[in-house]
C-alpha cells in the first residue's frame, strides 16, 4: 500500500519564477491538504483540497494556488517566487468520511529552494 | 500570533529516562491535539491525538496529557530509547465551522543518549 508520495523531491528555482508541486494521497483517500515548513518551523496550513475543490485556505497569499484532479492526485502551484518562499513542501491526505479528516498521513515532502 | 507555544525547543534524555514535551495554546476553540514525530527528511507522523473530553490517554510508551483548564497539554514518553531521537510537533485544530487546517508548534528537538 503505497503511502503519500511527493514529486519531485528536491526543487530550486529563481526568484520570480513559477513552481508546480504534484502529490499522489494515500491509497483510499480523498482529501489533501498542503503545508509549507520552513527551516526549523512547525508546518504550517496553506489549503485543502476535497472534490476537487479548495475547502479551506490558511494565511497565504493568492500567489499560492492548487487543484485536485478526478483521481485525487494534487498540485501545488507558486507563482512570482520570492526568496522566502524557499521551504519543505508537504502533502498529506486524508479520509473525508473519517471523523473530520483527523488522521493526517504526510509524504516526505518537496523541498524548494529560492536563488 | 503564535497560537500554539511547544517547549522546550530542545531537549537531551538519557537512555530509559522519560522525556517531557509541553505545549500551551490560546484558542479555546481548538478541540483536536495531535502530537507528531518527524525524522530528518522524511513527513510528519501521526504519534497519538487526544480529544478535551479526557485528561490523559496512552498509547504504549507515549502519553498525552491535557489541561482544559490551563490551556496545556503534554506529551510524555516513558523509557526513552535512542531510536525515538526526532523532532516532535504538537498540533492543534478547530473542527468547528469547516476548519480543518492544523495549527502546529515550532517542534522540540529530541536527542536521546545510550
Known amino acids: 500500500d503505497a503511502g503519500v508520495t511527493q514529486s519531485p523531491t528536491h526543487l530550486i528555482k529563481t526568484r520570480g519564477q513559477q513552481v508546480t508541486l504534484r502529490c499522489s494521497p494515500k491509497s483510499g483517500h480523498d482529501t489533501v491538504s498542503w503545508y509549507q515548513q520552513a527551516l526549523g518551523q512547525g508546518p504550517q496550513f496553506i489549503f485543502q483540497?476535497?472534490?476537487?475543490?479548495?475547502?479551506q485556505r490558511g494565511n497565504f497569499p493568492d500567489r499560492f494556488s492548487g487543484h485536485q484532479f478526478p483521481n485525487y492526485s494534487s498540485e501545488l502551484n507558486v507563482n512570482a517566487l520570492l526568496l522566502g518562499d524557499s521551504a519543505l513542501y508537504l502533502c498529506a491526505s486524508s479520509l473525508s468520511s473519517l471523523l473530520r479528516n483527523e488522521k493526517l498521513f504526510f509524504g516526505s515532502g518537496t523541498q524548494l529552494s529560492v536563488l | 500570533q503564535q497560537q500554539v507555544k511547544q517547549s522546550p525547543q530542545s531537549l537531551i534524555v538519557q537512555k530509559g529516562g522519560i522525556s517531557i514535551i509541553n505545549c500551551a495554546y490560546e484558542?479555546?476553540?481548538?478541540?483536536?491535539f495531535p502530537w507528531y514525530q518527524q525524522f530528518p527528511g522524511k513527513g510528519p507522523a501521526l504519534l497519538i491525538a487526544i480529544r478535551p473530553d479526557v485528561s490523559e490517554k496512552k498509547e504504549g510508551r507515549f502519553t498525552i496529557s491535557f489541561n482544559k483548564s490551563a490551556k496545556q497539554f503534554s506529551l510524555h514518553i516513558m523509557d526513552s530509547q535512542p531510536g525515538d531521537s526526532a523532532t516532535y510537533f504538537c498540533?492543534?485544530?478547530?473542527?468547528?465551522?469547516?476548519?480543518?487546517?492544523?495549527?502546529f508548534g515550532k517542534g522540540t528537538h529530541l536527542i536521546i543518549q545510550p
Open positions: 498540533a492543534a485544530r478547530n473542527s468547528g465551522g469547516g476548519a480543518d487546517g492544523l495549527t
Open positions: 484558542n479555546t476553540a481548538f478541540d483536536y
Open positions: 483540497y476535497y472534490e476537487e475543490e479548495e475547502r
